[in-house]
């Protein structure tokens, strides 16, 4: 009886030393994920502006004309920009990923850049996937600002050079604090609806340089605006997760520790019980 209770007790301390950090976790995630919501919305309203700029020039200049809005015709595979995370405890937010990459790539032709240390050792670990060298564009979900910008220049270099038919990313779109979803977004070519309004039809609007000449200056700023701004929102939905998975595994652990405490107490309530009978025995035959 005395093993069953000292086993017991020591699973009780175990859970609750788990709990610590569970809780832990769940208080960290909760910091950054306000920091990466603050970002996320804070960017909105600037990615919202470099798409309409953008978008006028392509409505001024015709989006068949420009080389960034058509696929490469000469190249067979995409690149696909694969966002993960680069720690784990976050739930199911990197498996869900791993599936939607299988269902929106062709294993033959399509080129992987993966951003983040989860999706690089999956990749690695299953084969069969063709990698960008991380020497062309080296991004991390860590990357500067500066870094985002160069690695928005290098991919406006390959889809130039014509080495890929389109650029996508594959992210976790975030909707609510509970709710995120692997997405896909096409970086290259680029495909962006422009609300023209009515006066535009008499009063067009007058660019100098030409939207011609614009168009390859601001791409670069253009590509590393939204990919920065879907990597924020990518850690954004990691962050979420984990909060989510350490409050799930808080309560869980809640629940476990009052069906242990139970147990203990029944444990030990039969303990005293036979000790009582026992003593009681004893001193019976004594007389």
């Known amino acids: 009886m005395a093993l069953g209770l000292n086993k017991t007790k020591r699973r009780i301390a175990s859970i609750r030393s788990t709990q610590k950090i569970t809780k ?5 995630a909760t910091v950054k994920l306000k920091r990466f919501k603050d970002a996320h919305f804070a960017q909105e309203e600037y990615l919202n502006s470099l798409r ?21 015709g000469q190249a067979e595979g995409d690149l696909v920009v694969f966002i993960t995370s680069d720690l784990g405890l976050c739930a199911a937010y990197n498996s869900n990923l791993f599936r939607f990459l299988d269902e929106k790539i062709d294993k033959e032709k399509d080129v992987i850049l993966p951003v983040g240390e989860k999706g690089l050792s999956h990749l690695l670990h299953e084969g069969g996937y063709s990698l960008l060298e991380k020497e062309d564009i080296p991004l ?7 870094e985002v910008q160069e ?21 976790t779109r975030y909707v609510n604090s509970l709710r995120f979803e692997p997405s896909e977004s096409v970086l290259l070519p680029i495909g962006l609806d422009y609300p023209k309004s009515p006066e535009e039809d008499y009063c067009p609007p007058l660019f100098e340089p030409s939207p011609k000449e614009l168009i390859p200056l ?3 700023q253009y590509l590393s605006g939204v990919l920065g701004g879907l990597l924020d929102e990518s850690q954004l939905s ?5 909060r989510n998975a350490m409050d799930s595994a808080n309560d869980n652990a809640e629940e476990l520790l009052k069906q242990l405490s139970v147990e203990y107490n029944k444990a030990r309530q039969a303990s005293i ?9 004893g001193a019976g035959n004594a007389k």
């Open 24 to 28: 832990a976790m769940e208080m960290v």
């Open 52 to 72: 309409l700029a953008m978008g006028s020039l392509f409505a001024a200049e015709g989006q068949e004309e420009s080389i960034y809005g058509k696929p490469n």
């Open 140 to 146: 991390r979900l860590s990357s500067t600002h500066k």
């Open 151 to 171: 690695s928005g220049e290098k991919l406006k270099k390959l889809f130039e050079e014509g080495r890929f038919r389109s650029i996508r990313i594959l992210y």
């Open 218 to 220: 601001l791409m670069g």
């Open 238 to 242: 990691e962050q979420a997760s984990r």
């Open 273 to 281: 019980t036979q000790e009582i009978t026992e003593v009681v025995a």
